[in-house]
Every structure is written in C-alpha cells, then in structure tokens.
C-alpha cells in the first residue's frame, strides 16, 4: 500500500521525539543482550506491564544467563512462572533456553529467519530481537501498533484477519526507521500503549493529531477494528482434594494442555455443572480413590477462571481416606509444604482462601 505522503510526513520522526521525552524507564530497555530481550518479550507477550515486570526481575536475577536457565529443572521455572498464566510460555522459554545452549553456544542468532525458527518465537519476537539487540530492520506488529496504525492511516482491514495481517506489517516495515529499527520498535509500541491507548486515548496532547485520519474522522473508538468474535468454552472441574493424615495427593499434569507440567489435584471433569452427589458416587471415584472408605469434609463454591478461549468452572471436593493411595504417578505431598509446587492460579486461590 502507497502511504499518503502527508501521512507519512515524519511519522517515524514525531514518534521517536515523542518517546524519548515520555518512555517508562523499564528495565529490558537499558540492555542490548539479546536473551533479556528475548525473557521480556515472552513474558509481556498477553501481559500488562506492571503485571510481567516482578515476574521479569525474578528471572533474569534467578537466570542471569541463558545457560543457568537451560540448566534448571522444569519444575523451578514452572514455579517461578506461577501466578502468570499462559504456561507454555514458560515451557517454550525453557525448550528454547536449552536450544541456544546447545546448538547456537549459548547465543541468539543475529538473524530474523533463524529466530524464527527457535520454539515460541513467532514473527513478533523474532522482530523484536531482531531489532532491538541486532537493529536489523524488521518491524514489531503487536496490539498497540495495530491500534495506531489503523487510527492514524484510516486501515479498516481487521487486524484478526490474514489479509490485515499482512497490511499493517508491510506498512509497519514501510514504516520503520531503517538507522533506529529498535527505537522506532520501541515508540510505535509505547505510543500505542500509553498515548493511542484503547478508550478515550487524549487526543488533544496528542503530536499525531494532525493528520489523524480517525481524530479528523471521528472514527477513534470504530478502529481498529475485528471480525471474529472468540467463542468461549465453558468447562467444569470437579477438583479432589484428598487427605490421609497430613497429606494430599497431588498430580502432575502430563497431557499436552495449558497446564502441562503444572501440579494439581486429581480431577474429574463434566460437561455441565452437576450436582456433587453424582461425583461422589461416580465409578470415576472409585477408581482415583482405589475403592477406598472416604468421608468427605467439605465441597467448595464454584471458583471461575477466565482465559482467552475458556472459563472453567472450578469447585473442589475435600476428602478424607482411610488407607493411603498406591497410585504411583500422584504426589503425596505434606499441606504445609505446598508453595514447594507450581500451581495453576486458580488451585493457589483456592488453597489460599481454604
Ligand atoms: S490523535 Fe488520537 S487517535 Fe490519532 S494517533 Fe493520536 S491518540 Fe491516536
């Protein structure tokens, strides 16, 4: 697509003064080694950054070096992820972290297509490292840059679509400030976040103004736009948490899900809510307890957790045993040393509000 030359007129310019005069002072933008960039940018990926800076800070002082973080287990990087979601985040950062120790001699490669290829890096991360750590030229599309590109050139291509796909990145690498790829990176970025935020951006201070196609427009909250509605899948777990004297069992989620390599409770799942008695008295049951005589203590409200795609439906069924399980793959693990496991969100809440 041709840029309206007026449009264009010193875009990369007003954008770069702008963010050298309003940028957050964030950590992962006073370094240019590459694996920082590369932990910040998976962790703020579906993230606020309020939320992904503690969770930023931890790691790179637990694994200052891509190596130390190929070294540790699964289950240290899992907990330390805890509390942050999306866990095949950390699983890919684990996977890749090892790749670059043992293929690449502990560095990234200086190069788009070869990042490409390393596991969780798609095109956005490849071009933020690319850009930021090597400044090679390839533009970063995310959220915020859709946003203010769409806004700023009038785009009404949806930005879920893979024809708007393509627009907005040809344009964002018509765009880009070939001598600064990675301030340019950074601002566009930064701009969408915090100055053409989502609603009610103030476009009064803002030095795109004119000519904003969607402030002359008045067409602000109308862009960007999306075409598909995400449905959303309702899923209900009926958690067991079982005693035997002071412990519980826990189960180390193996199947290819979210929550891979997280620990849980054994869990019985249902389409629809129902009733406890037919969880009690189901053959699934039986079998998780091994027939064995249980009492059970207490059945707990209903706990929702929403991602992007799911809400599930969470209750947990607190029960007592006589004889201890003989299933080898649960943990039985002592209630006072739980924070020892890495737990999804919405088991910690649970335990912590018990
Ligand atoms: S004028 Fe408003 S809509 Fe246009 S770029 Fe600035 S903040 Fe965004």
Redesign the pocket.
């Known amino acids: 697509m041709p840029i309206r030359k007026q449009y264009n007129n010193d875009f990369s310019k007003i954008i770069i003064k702008w963010y050298n005069a309003n940028k957050r002072d964030l950590p992962w933008r006073n370094t240019k080694d590459p694996y920082l960039i590369w932990l910040s940018e998976i962790i703020l990926q579906q993230t606020r950054v309020d939320q992904g800076l503690p969770y930023y800070l931890a790691f790179a002082k637990k694994f200052p070096r891509v190596k130390k973080l190929a070294t540790a287990s699964e289950d240290k990087v899992l907990k330390l992820w805890q509390g942050l979601g999306y866990y095949s985040r950390a699983r890919n950062l684990h996977t890749t972290a090892k790749q670059i120790t043992q293929h690449h001699n502990e560095k990234f490669p200086a190069d788009y297509n070869e990042l490409l290829k390393l596991k969780g890096i798609g095109s956005y991360t490849a071009a933020a490292i690319a850009s930021l750590a090597f400044e090679l030229p390839h533009a970063v599309v995310d959220g915020n840059v859709y946003r203010?590109l769409s806004?700023?050139f009038g785009i009404k291509e949806a930005t879920d679509s893979t024809e708007g796909k393509k627009k907005f990145s040809k344009l964002a690498n018509q765009l880009i400030d070939k001598k600064n790829p990675g301030t340019f990176n950074q601002a566009v970025m930064e701009f969408g976040a915090i100055?053409?935020k989502p609603v009610n951006?103030?476009?009064n201070v803002?030095p795109?103004?004119n000519p904003?196609y969607?402030?002359s427009e008045k067409q602000?909250s109308k862009l960007p736009v999306k075409s598909k509605k995400i449905a959303v899948k309702s899923r209900y777990f009926n958690y067991l948490v079982i005693h035997y004297k002071n412990s519980i069992y826990l189960n180390k989620r193996t199947a290819n899900d979210i929550w891979k390599g997280l620990y849980g409770f054994p869990l019985i799942e249902t389409k629809n809510k129902i009733d406890e008695t037919e969880i009690l008295s189901s053959a699934e049951l039986k079998t998780i307890l091994e027939k064995n005589k249980f009492h059970v203590r207490a059945v707990s409200k209903y706990y929702k957790h929403i991602l992007s795609h799911q809400q599930l439906n969470a209750r947990f069924i607190e029960i007592e045993i006589t004889k201890p399980l003989l299933n080898k793959s649960l943990v039985k693990a002592k209630l006072n040393q739980l924070e020892k496991y890495a737990l999804p969100r919405l088991v910690e809440r649970y335990i912590s509000e018990r």
Do not use: E
């Open positions: 203010l806004r700023y100055q053409c951006p103030d476009c803002c795109l103004q904003c969607a402030f602000v």
